[in-house]
């Protein structure tokens, strides 16, 4: 079926570096496509978004990159901070499944100081 | 999310008994979504609902019922069929548009007793 796949699963970077996390999705379809960030026992918040009529996306340190023809879309976290630890999901509509939101499995980011 | 609403925060679960989850809204969006988290995993769908009296399965609707009367509230009942029920649901409300972005309540965690 239709799907969303995520890597890395887990991500250890120090404090300063960059982090990049990918996520393929499979409708050539899908037409949004958001960034959510996830603390420990907490609700997932929205920190990026992008349509598919964009090829880039930045808010500060964060930017999102689509390649509509190989189906990829990434997010990019510059200048990391301890505060940026968290799981990172992505997700994707699927038009054939309804134009709901389908998630990926997450990435745990770990920065370490 | 300030306008988003669910209850209670945590909840115990005996065996063979039905559990209702609430998540209101003041938000005036047309669009809500239950989902499922476990330890470490991705979010999964169990109902959706994108207009008043009607909604829709999910990917994991088995054992969990809703209902949708109102517009500002889309009550989850974990029924003694869902063998599994220990995990964190998310409420999400959103548009009807695709491509616009779902908004997340602060979740409640149910346990089996």
């Known amino acids: 079926g239709e799907n969303v796949e995520q890597h890395p699963s887990t991500l250890s970077v120090q404090e300063g570096d960059s982090a990049v996390i990918k996520c393929t999705y499979s409708d050539s379809a899908s037409n949004y496509f958001p960034w959510y960030k996830q603390e420990l026992g907490k609700r997932p918040q929205l920190i990026i978004d992008i349509r598919s009529n964009v090829g880039e996306k930045k808010d500060q340190r964060i930017a999102v990159t689509l390649n509509k023809t190989a189906k990829h879309f990434s997010l990019h976290i510059t200048e990391t901070q301890p505060e940026d630890s968290a799981v990172y999901f992505c997700?994707?509509?699927?038009?054939?499944?309804?134009?709901?939101?389908?998630f990926g499995g997450g990435t745990r980011v770990l920065v370490k100081p | 999310d300030g306008g988003i609403t669910q209850s209670p925060k945590y909840l115990f679960r005996k065996e063979g008994q039905n559990v209702t989850l609430s998540c209101e809204q003041n938000?005036?969006?047309?669009?809500m979504y239950w989902y499922r988290q476990d330890p470490g995993q991705g979010l999964r769908l169990i109902y959706y609902?994108?207009?008043?009296?009607?909604?829709q399965k999910g990917d994991i609707a088995e054992g969990y019922s809703v209902s949708r009367e109102k517009k500002e509230s889309f009550p989850l009942t974990v029924t003694s069929a869902q063998k599994n029920p220990t995990a964190f649901y998310l409420c999400?409300?959103?548009?009807?548009?695709?491509?616009?972005?779902?908004?997340f309540g602060d979740g409640t965690r149910l346990s089996i007793l």
């Open positions: 938000l005036n969006h047309d669009a």
């Open positions: 609902s994108q207009i008043v009296n009607d909604f």
């Open positions: 997700a994707a509509t699927i038009k054939a499944a309804g134009n709901k939101l389908t």
């Open positions: 999400a409300i959103g548009r009807e548009n695709s491509n616009q972005p779902q908004h």
